[in-house]
C-alpha cells in the first residue's frame, strides 16, 4: 500500500483562477471535529489566499459524513449563485462495517449531486485508518485536504462559469 510522504497542499497560485468573484458553500461534519475544522480553515483560508472574500463564503454545519449529502443538496437548492461547494468530513475505521457503508454512500452521493446539478460539489472526506492519519491530512505533516479541495472548488468554478453559454 502506498503513503503519503510528503505534503500534498502546495499549490501555485499564478496557476490558479482569482477566487475574488466567485461564491463558495462549505458543508462541514460536526462528528471528528478537530479534523473537520481544520480542513475547513485550510479550505477557508485557501480560498481566501486565492482571492476570495469572506463574505462569499456560507458555512453550514451537519452532524456527521453521511448527512454532507443532504447539507449539500439543500445549499445547491438554496443558493442558486453559489460557484461551487466543499463537503468537508472525516470517518475513521472502527471495528465494525459502518466505515465502509458511510464512505461508499458518501462518495456516491456527492457523485450524484454533480451528475444531477449545475452546482460543483468538492469531496473532501477524509476516510482514514486512524485518527493520526487524519491529523496528519487536516493540517499536519500531509497538509490540508481542506486546501486541496478548495483549489479543485475554485478551478470547477472558473470551468462552470467559462462553460456557460
Known amino acids: 500500500m502506498?503513503?503519503?510522504?510528503?505534503?500534498?497542499?502546495?499549490?501555485?497560485?499564478?496557476?490558479?483562477?482569482n477566487a475574488k468573484d466567485f461564491r463558495f458553500g462549505i458543508v462541514v461534519s460536526e462528528w471528528n471535529p478537530d479534523i473537520t475544522q481544520g480542513m475547513f480553515q485550510g479550505a477557508f483560508d485557501t480560498i481566501l489566499d486565492?482571492?476570495?472574500?469572506?463574505?462569499?463564503?456560507?458555512?453550514?454545519?451537519v452532524p456527521g459524513s453521511f448527512e454532507l449529502i443532504y447539507g449539500a443538496k439543500k445549499m445547491q437548492q438554496s443558493f442558486d449563485m453559489l460557484d461551487a461547494i466543499v463537503v468537508i468530513g472525516s470517518v475513521i475505521q472502527g471495528e465494525t462495517k459502518h466505515f465502509d457503508y458511510v464512505c461508499e454512500a458518501v462518495a456516491q452521493g456527492i457523485k450524484d449531486l454533480?451528475?444531477?446539478?449545475?452546482?460543483?460539489?468538492?469531496?473532501?472526506?477524509?476516510?482514514?485508518?486512524?485518527?493520526?492519519?487524519?491529523?496528519?491530512?487536516?493540517?499536519?505533516?500531509?497538509?490540508?485536504?481542506?486546501?486541496?479541495?478548495?483549489?479543485?472548488?475554485?478551478k470547477m468554478a472558473q470551468l462552470r462559469k467559462d462553460a456557460k453559454f
Not at 502506498?2 to 483562477?17: E, G, Q, R, V
Not at 486565492?50 to 454545519?61: L, Q, S, T, Y
Not at 493540517?139 to 479543485?152: D, L, M, P, T, V
Request: glycine share 8%; net charge positive.
Open 50 to 61: 486565492c482571492g476570495g472574500i469572506k463574505e462569499n463564503i456560507v458555512r453550514w454545519n
Open 114 to 154: 454533480n451528475v444531477h446539478n449545475d452546482i460543483p460539489v468538492i469531496f473532501c472526506v477524509l476516510t482514514d485508518n486512524t485518527m493520526q492519519q487524519a491529523i496528519d491530512r487536516s493540517g499536519g505533516k500531509h497538509g490540508n485536504k481542506g486546501s486541496e479541495a478548495a483549489i479543485a472548488a475554485i
Open 2 to 17: 502506498a503513503t503519503a510522504t510528503k505534503n500534498l497542499s502546495a499549490y501555485d497560485k499564478t496557476t490558479i483562477p
